[in-house]
């Protein structure tokens, strides 16, 4: 039996888009159709919970239970609003753009059941700057829909009705930041917002707002279409689905692969990605991008499911996999991860602003021959500094991950370039 | 002045909106499309049509990376320098580049045709190291790749 | 009150609030930088770590924000927690990698909140070896000056700017550790509240630049508990004094009037007190004389002849205007404003002593949820009024934070779910105001309109209030939708003043107050007074001064004596020309030489606010005391200050030794008066057996100042009138409000000491708010089921003139109160007079561009004006800033033709 790839499957291997009868052909909006005609907005709901679907944005956060908190029913704030989180901006992760760019329309057909779900009057896709070709695609998908009648006053003649506009950001990997989301489509410094209230009751303009990752959308109209009991079914573990796993760095073929949920670290690297360079060894892995900890040789065989890679030590993320292997130093890729979040920070959070910038400017250091004795132990402090709850938003903590963990696993590499005053991979 | 297709812009997306606020971003984005970056008098200009004061937007434009408050060459060359890259060779790349236009991040060459930037993770990470040369996206660089490039940028 | 555990043990806590509050409220040392009790909490320093404990067994806990953590009961949390308390230190570390090492010469030093905190924490090594990062710093005007260096990324004073005053021309700029707070480019802050930012930011980027220009440290200003004299809402302020001059004002709480803030015209106004044309020394016929000889003159002159007329004055203290009152007899006392001034102010004192609507403070307006103001440009006439309003316009929006259980004081939610949503403010007035932008609806149109729609809004809510006849249906509409936001509110209130100079409006906003007693909707009236003691002048009676002229018309020649008041600025040149011409000896005492000191026979010098003790009473119908900063003159020891002192010693009985016997004879003379006894202890008040100092522990320069003349310390000066001491000897405890001269406690030397003094954070000073309101006697005494009667003068509609326009008064902030326009900073903004007219009305004249000059005529004076043109101006109307012109002493409004000048 094949196993089943229902978010890439369809998407034509050339580089093209599949297009909105293709999309149609392969079973694309009977989702939608079954849910208008007979489904109430409790019932998918309820299916999106039992299918088990958590966030592929990094989070992990259950998708049905997110959805939970948006209150229903005739007397509450309008318009509601859902927004797919399309700023992927996570250093190492290249999942979202692949499904724009191939399946516009299976995000939007995934963004439209969100709204219905949710009783939602208005979408938004917000999007990157950077990507120009998944933003002309999905245009072109949304004016579409809207002739295909999925969008508009009378979405497939249901009395529901649902606008949806695509909103091209300015950069800055805060506006990945559901709530710096929020304040980046409303025109302002996407500075994170305090929660509670969470956006799901008070969101974009103060009203009910549901932000979903670009890839959690993508799978609910084949959730919705072929039931829980199957999506439970694609998973190796009890995280359910499969998952759009990548890897990037020194490795025979970086690439972006649809496996169950659940595949092992081992067997993406060495059966999908081909094994590392030719002259490379491995040393350790970002397993789900940048703000994930490094997991190392002994972590091979941990599946990557939410569950398993905590378990670990680390985090699922993203699930796109950055390798590091023994040709390059670690401490200039710590300080390359260190230096994205410090340039990053929003600015509103003392931790963060200054404690990046520090963290920041000892690696540099160390890396171009300067480290001083005395400044492991700064980093380490600035990594508990960055503890969550400690600082305002995620990004901070995000940061402590990979630092953390390289000076846990490749403390030797750190002292190294103390003691001889430079950086043993620079000639 | 805002030119009449600059305002027919703006205001086209003040539909989609509750607020004129939340069109600031595209508003400077808009200008800067048309004239490649966003002066003091466009940011007056556009606050009038917003309703908002050049520190209300100078706020949110200094807050995002890709409003360029600061006039920039016929040519955007941007170049990641975010992990995936940085492993697979982008010190080479951005050496190369600096020393083929004779410019550091930031700058703009005497001719007025490039400006090199720096840009944080593409998305691009499986054909690493990658850049982006007037919003076209370039991955699997290297030296010769970068210099033909350039070429094909008059 | 719920009990929450701060390190094992129980301590009373409000659940409404966050645990800072709850800590600082218990006087625990917890330190914070973004969280302002008057801003709220946005959790962006991360400074007031705590550990926080699930339950009794939990010992691990987890680091919180106190700030952004409710005191729900049964919290528990450690401040001792050394990992919390590690936490602390290192984020002043993380400050403190940017912030430079120059405390010595920083003009924030000795009383740095950062400072502060900094030694709280115990961060004392710099363990950093890069370079800081560097700002430029910019030209902000003549209030501020900008330090970015120093800044700490706090965010407080772009919130305070823009969110709590509704500033535009500042803000953050950039991310990460180079967020840069300013303005887009140099220039002069445009907020009338910027002067805030000096208090509101925790170190040295925002600082006064009045003071940087005569500088003194905190610990060596002598300071005094004083009162604004610079308009009538009474804001209370600290004064500091060095050296013989005045050196700075800054805010003095008080929960129920100014609570942390003040206008940029009370803060920087206090400069005419060190000002080169203060009247230091007494003059008769131009020759200095000596005090003790100009006594003489004057009780010769008091006793010789027929009994001398006395004009009093608005902007003088009650004791002043008693001491003159009582000289001259009540019959010889007149009222020192224009009679229509005058009208409208004994108007406005009877409306609020009759009730039934309720003079409400400053906090009260804030609080309000439907606001009227008919006829004011309140950011220009009673500017720290303007900043409670824009308060006001969030209640309404606020029930739907509460609806979502998200707390009050957890501001960066708070603004997030309201977003822009404001409450109901309706503007009528002459002109564009600077609250219009909080405003649901404004109204533009002359004073006889505004009261229109007043009388119109009255009739809407109670049918029993006059009707307006031959109303347009455009302003019945909105009358309408005005009445029904005021009665659907739960804390309405209607705002009117004295600056229409309109019987009509004052009416018309009493009837409207009434209309919604009438109806069973309490509301509050309040009335901006045209000076900062027009009500306590009105309070005590005098004559029109009309009746003054008219006795000396009938060639009754009498002494005159002038209390402070340049009386050609309320009336015009002419009549006031033939006053003094007819009176036998012309008696003035001022403070700073004017057109009317010119005239003195005799000229006494008297002393300002800041040198001064009196009470003033504000709009409120709030009494309250100011004390002097400087020792009275000590006839030995001639000093800068001269001969200057209070009126009410020039003036007075020669048996009154104090202030407390001035007002023992207030009490007894006036017995409406009274309660003004009690707007601060008595001069024989002691603290432990102490008086209160007025300079701190650590003055230096106290002793052998003078061993150039003597080893022997000279005795520090009395001061018979306060139980304040001008020294640094005393009892620094929790003194009674009035009688705070200063906030310090150990371990805060910065403004944010003022949390040691009050009863609950941001809530009334430990030793009471200080003032006592006079207005409300009446109002709680007698409150008969009578409804209150309504007024009927309903004014005809306003026509304008063919050739003619309506001059009204534009009021300013900078330019319009004549003693802070002697401050060099607040002349420096101040307008250059002008003439406003609507764009229509200017092409009208030909002069559509807006430049050019024109002629206008006022009590038969012409004068040119360069023309203006404001936009808002209705036809027929035209407007003059208030106190700036040639004609000020002309009373408005007043037809005059405009001509063109070719
Ligand atoms: C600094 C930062 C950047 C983020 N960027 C992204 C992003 O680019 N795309 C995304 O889907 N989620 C991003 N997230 C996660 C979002 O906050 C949010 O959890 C997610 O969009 C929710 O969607 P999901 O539940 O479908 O995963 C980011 C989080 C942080 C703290
Ligand atoms: S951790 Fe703090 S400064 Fe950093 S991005 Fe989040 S809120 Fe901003
Ligand atoms: S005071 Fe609590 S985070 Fe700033």
Redesign the pocket.
Known sequence: MTVEKPLTQEIPPDGQALGLQGYERSGGYQGLRRALRGMTPQSVQEEVKASGLR???????P?GA?WSFTPMGADVPRPKYVIA?A????PGTFK?RYLMEGNPHQLIDGLILAAYANQADVAFIFIRSEYKLAQERLARAIAEAYSAGYLGTDILSSGYALEMYLHVSAGR??C???TGLLNALEGKRANPRAKPPYPQVSGLWGKPTI????E?LANVPHIVEKGAAWFQGLSRTKDAGTKLYGASGKVKRPGLWELPMGTTIREILEEHAGGMSDGVCFRGVLPGGASTNFLVEQHLDVPMDYTEVEKAGSRLGTGTMIVLDDRTCPVGMTSNLIHFFAQESCGWCTPCWSGLNWATRILEAMEEGHGKPGDLEKLSFQTKFWSPGQTF???AP?ASEPLESALKFFRDDFERHIREQHCPWRT | MLTAEERQEIEGELAHYPTKQAVCIDAMKIVQRHRGWVSDESLRDIGELLEMSPADLDGVATFYNLIFRKPVGRHVVMLCDSVSCWIMGYERMREHLTSRLGIQFGETTPDNRFTLLPIVCLGACDHAPAMIVNNNLHGDLDPDKIDKLLEECQ | MGTIYIDGKPYKADPEQNLLHACLSLGFDLPYFCWHAALGSVGACRQCAVKHFKDAKDTHGKIVMACMTPAVPETRISILDPEAAAFRAGIIEGMMLNHPHDCPVCDEGGECHLQDMTVMTGHNYRRTRFEKRTFHDQYLGPFVYHEMNRCIQCYRCVRFYREYAGGSDLNSFGIGNEVYFGRDKDGVLESEFAGNLVEVCPTGVFTDRTLRRHYTRKWDLRMAPSICAHCSVGCNVTIGERYGLLRRVLTRFNSEVNGYFLCDRGRFGYEFVNSERRIRAAKLDGEFISSEEAKRQLQSLVSSGNRPIGIGSPRASLEANFALRRMVGKDRFFAGMADGEWETTSAMVEILQAGPARSPSLHDIELSDAVLILGEDVTNSAPRMALSLRQSVRQQPLEIVLKLHVPLWMDAAVRDVMQDRKGPLFIAAPGATRLDDVATRTYRAAPDDVARLGFAVAHEIDPAAPEVVALTEEVRELARIIAGALKTAKRPMVISGASCRSRGVIESAANVARALCNSGHPAGLSFIAPECNSFGLALMGARPLREAFSITRNGEAAPLIILENDLYRHFPANSVDSLLGSATRVVVLDHLENKTTAKADLLLPASTFAESAGTLVSNEGRAQRFFPVFPQPNPEDRDVRGDARESWRWLGDPAWLSLDDVLATVAKDLPQLAPIVRAAPPAKFRMAGAKIPRESHRSSGLTSITANISVVEPRPPDDPDSALAYSMEGDTGQPPGALQPFFWTPGWNSIQAVNKFQSEIGDALRGGDPGVRLFDARLSGDRSSQPAAYFTAIPAPFTRRDSEWLIVPIEHIFGSEELSLQSPPVAELAPTPYLALSAVDASALHMEGGTGEVEIELGGVKQRLPLKVLPDLPAGIAGIPAGLTTARGEELPAWSRIERVP
Do not use: H, P, S
């Open positions: 966030g592929r944005g990094g989070a992990g956060f998708t997110k989180n700023d992927e901006m996570e979202d990997y805060m990945g930041e559901e932000v979903n990752n670009v959690t938003c995620a990004l995000g």
